[in-house]
T-cell receptor
């Protein structure tokens, strides 16, 4: 079955630093999504990717759909305290309607 | 009212109680989902509805009973729950099955 491995599990960084996290799958995906979840809230969609090699930005966030179609990356530049939260990747494999989620990356930003 | 709403936001219930969680989406979507999110665990998909028909039931105990009366509303009926059922229950919707999902704020459930 499709497995999503998201890393790292957690990150502790200083305000102003850049952040990078990634997700890999055991099968080829045709959709990659990145969500952020604040404490006590539901995940909010940040970026959606639909083509291999696609690079999409949303403010200081940039995500890429890997060329192999088995991975995706999320970068956050110049982090600020409100970037704190849990970031989830999600993806859908070819010929499958199931959306799989990674276990999340918990980001802590120290002022 | 926009997006996906869930009520109540917080619920405390005893093991013998019966309660219901409500989800409403104002996006015109055709698919709706229930997820369970426990501390330090990945999201667990519980139920999927497409055009008001249940299309997936991931081995969820019968003490959880979903209901989808129309494409905008989804309920999760709870009875005789266990303390390990305490979690954040998230509802989501998508335009059709397989497209990006939009989540509600969740119901924080505590079972005593």
């Amino acid at each position: 079955g499709q497995q999503l491995n998201q890393s790292p599990q957690s990150m502790f960084i200083q305000e102003g630093e850049d952040v990078s996290m990634n997700c890999t799958s055991s099968s080829i995906f045709n959709t990659w999504l990145w969500y952020k979840q604040d404490p006590g809230e539901g995940p909010v969609l940040l970026i959606a990717l639909y083509k291999a090699g696609e690079l999409t930005s949303n403010g200081r966030l940039t995500a890429q759909f890997g060329i192999t179609r088995k991975d995706s990356f999320l970068n956050i530049s110049a982090s600020i305290p409100s970037d704190v939260g849990i970031y989830f990747c999600a993806g859908r494999a070819l010929n499958n309607n199931d959306m799989r989620f990674g276990a999340g990356t918990r980001l802590t930003v120290k002022p | 009212e926009t997006g996906v709403t869930q009520t109540p936001r917080h619920l405390v219930m005893g093991m013998t109680n019966k309660k219901s969680l409500k989800c409403e989406q104002h996006l015109g979507h055709n698919a709706m989902y229930w997820y369970k999110q426990s501390a330090k665990k990945p999201l667990e998909l519980m139920f999927v509805y497409s055009l008001e028909e249940r299309v997936e039931n991931n081995s969820v105990p019968s003490r959880f009973s979903p209901e989808c009366p129309n494409s905008s509303h989804l309920f999760l009926h709870l009875h005789t729950l266990q303390p390990e059922d305490s979690a954040l229950y998230l509802c989501a919707s998508s335009q059709v099955l397989g497209l990006e999902q939009f989540f509600g704020p969740g119901t924080r459930l505590t079972v005593l």
